[in-house]
């Protein structure tokens, strides 16, 4: 045989062993990484979707809480295990905003991209019942007027930190900033009037107002959710603020394409699984199928906004 035959062959059996990897997955467990103890939003989300791809698959799907670290050795776990889709990062944009902040030295491109399992439940911002403003316009343009003056609830260096820095960045307000890290604390601060607007859960924030405890201002979510039909989105109203929060299924570098492309497709029946419906409605929780390339691309665009605003924030690590 030629050199030139020899390099044929052995290119023509990768691509056949390449081509069966996927075909044949999984051919042993799943485990999903998921870099949180067991119990939170998070470990919640990473069961139902464990649960279904289990039954779509026919393969054994594990849920695997590797917590501490700020996620880093979870991520290390993953980033070292062998790219045949048995090992498989469950998480969410907090690990792009990690790394823009310097919490982490990994960064999503350390990865391969696979899907998106779902996205966290509707948010909304929420003000105190007697609060002047009744919509999120009316505190946009009050904080418009009286620059540095206007306070929100966050947790520094976290998602609701950069949620806060959407409406700085896109409505061109200053606000000040308070710690609040907690569901609790943020509830508690801005019902004994320390902090004057904050973002909670839907669901929650329903149960409070319907009490007479608080005031919604908006849905954070791009598009209306069917469980609030009372909340109207921030976007709706003319404010220029949104975030999507997905669960990703992020794998170890070097995976095959079509190996990933397998994985990504056993995703998309969730959207027509009752039983995942379901689990999903409970959890306030929705599925949206995206595949490869929009996968992708939205990871792209997150981490460029994130970086973005981790400079306007003055969070900027790199």
Not at 171 to 195: C, F, P, T, W, Y
Not at 270 to 282: G, I, R, S, T, W
Request: with cysteine; aromatic share 6%; charged share 15%.
């Amino acid at each position: 045989m030629t050199s030139k035959t020899i390099l044929a062959a052995a290119a023509a059996l990768a691509l056949s062993a390449t081509g069966a990897l996927a075909q044949d997955w999984p051919s042993g467990t799943v485990q999903l990484i998921v870099p949180a103890a067991p119990g939170g939003g998070t470990d919640v989300m990473a069961r139902i979707f464990a649960d279904y791809l289990g039954r779509e698959t026919g393969g054994d799907v594990i849920v695997v809480n590797v917590d501490g670290g700020g996620g880093a050795i979870a991520y290390n776990q993953v980033l070292s295990a062998a790219p045949d889709g048995h090992t498989i990062l469950f998480n969410h944009t907090g690990l792009i905003a990690g790394y823009h902040t310097g919490h982490s030295d990994v960064s999503a491109s350390d990865f391969t991209t696979i899907g998106i399992a779902q996205s966290y439940p509707p948010q909304v911002y929420a003000v105190a019942p007697d609060a002047p403003w009744d919509t999120m316009l009316d505190f946009v343009d009050d904080a418009r007027e009286h620059p540095g003056e206007r306070t929100v609830a966050v947790s520094l260096g976290r998602t609701t930190h950069f949620i806060a820095g959407v409406i700085m960045m896109n409505e061109g307000v200053d606000l000040r900033l308070l710690e609040a890290s907690n569901e609790v604390d943020k509830v508690a601060a801005i019902q004994g009037g320390h902090i004057e607007i904050g973002n909670l859960g839907a669901g929650s924030a329903a149960q409070y107002e319907q009490a007479g405890d608080m005031r919604v201002l908006c849905m954070i979510d791009p598009t209306p959710h069917p469980a609030y039909p009372q909340f109207q989105t921030c976007l709706d109203q003319g404010v220029d603020v949104s975030w999507f929060a997905p669960l990703v299924l992020w794998g170890p570098p070097g995976m095959d394409p079509d190996l990933v492309e397998r994985i990504n497709a056993a995703t998309a029946n969730m959207a027509n699984d009752p039983v995942a419906q379901e689990q999903l409605a409970n959890a306030d929780s929705v599925f949206s199928y995206y595949d490869v390339e929009a996968t992708q691309d939205v990871i792209a665009a997150e981490d460029e906004r994130i970086a973005a605003l981790a400079e306007l924030l003055g969070l900027a690590a790199r």
